[in-house]
């Protein structure tokens, strides 16, 4: 037989009752916060978009839109938009372009908030501030659409020609075309 460990050289593993859930496990009904629950970046890059929103709520929205680094805000935003709740996702990217005027992301803050309005203002301050950013493309498309939707037809028409010019095979060059009526 072999010699059992004494009770004082070991401490006892703590049981746990059987029917209890291991950690991370779902009880089905809602636990309290604590501080090991994910922060609501964390849930942002899971994109469990409605969860980050609701613990970001918790924090302050407004709070936190004077506080983080602007990617965060970037984000943020993101996760307001995709859990429904778009006057705080403008209202996070307004801050952002108001704190870090002149940034890559105060300028992607700027086709994000024409993706929210469908404004053209907004696709036309990326463009003014992003000739040839990563988005660049997709401004001048998205412009062509807000400015037709908008009835600017001389101003759809003028965008549709830099467009083509600048983009002949772009996703929006067929769009453009029928502006033009070519």
Same mark, same amino acid.
């Given at each position: 037989? %072999?010699? @059992? ?10 049981? *746990? ?6 950690? /991370?496990? %779902? ?11 994910? %922060? ?10 409605? @969860?980050?929103?609701?613990?970001? $709520? ?13 990617? $965060? ?22 801050? *952002?372009?108001?704190?870090?005027? &002149?940034?890559?992301? $105060? ?6 908030? /024409?993706?929210?309005? /469908? ?5 036309? @301050? ?6 040839? &950013? ?6 001048? /498309?998205? *412009? ?20 083509? $010019? ?13 502006? *033009?009526?070519?």
């Amino acid at each position: 037989a %072999s010699p @059992q460990p004494s009770a004082a050289s070991e401490p006892a593993a703590p049981k *746990l009752p059987q029917d209890a859930p291991e950690a /991370g496990a %779902s009880s089905g009904t809602p636990a309290s916060p604590t501080p090991s629950a994910p %922060s609501w970046e964390e849930l942002i890059r899971r994109g469990k978009y409605a @969860q980050a929103y609701e613990e970001a $709520a918790r924090h302050g929205v407004a709070l936190l839109a004077d506080s983080r680094p602007s990617g $965060a805000l970037l984000s943020l935003a993101e996760a307001c938009r995709f859990s429904g709740h778009g006057s705080e996702a403008t209202q996070v990217l307004e801050r *952002l372009r108001a704190r870090f005027p &002149g940034s890559d992301d $105060a300028a992607t803050a700027a086709f994000q908030l /024409g993706r929210l309005g /469908g404004s053209a203002k907004w696709f036309r @301050q990326y463009l003014q501030e992003r000739p040839n &950013g990563s988005l660049a493309r997709e401004a001048s /498309g998205r *412009l062509l659409e807000a400015l037709d939707h908008s009835g600017d037809k001389a101003a759809a028409r003028q965008a549709a020609e830099a467009y083509l $010019a600048r983009y002949p095979g772009g996703p929006h060059a067929a769009f453009a075309r029928q502006l *033009l009526g070519k």
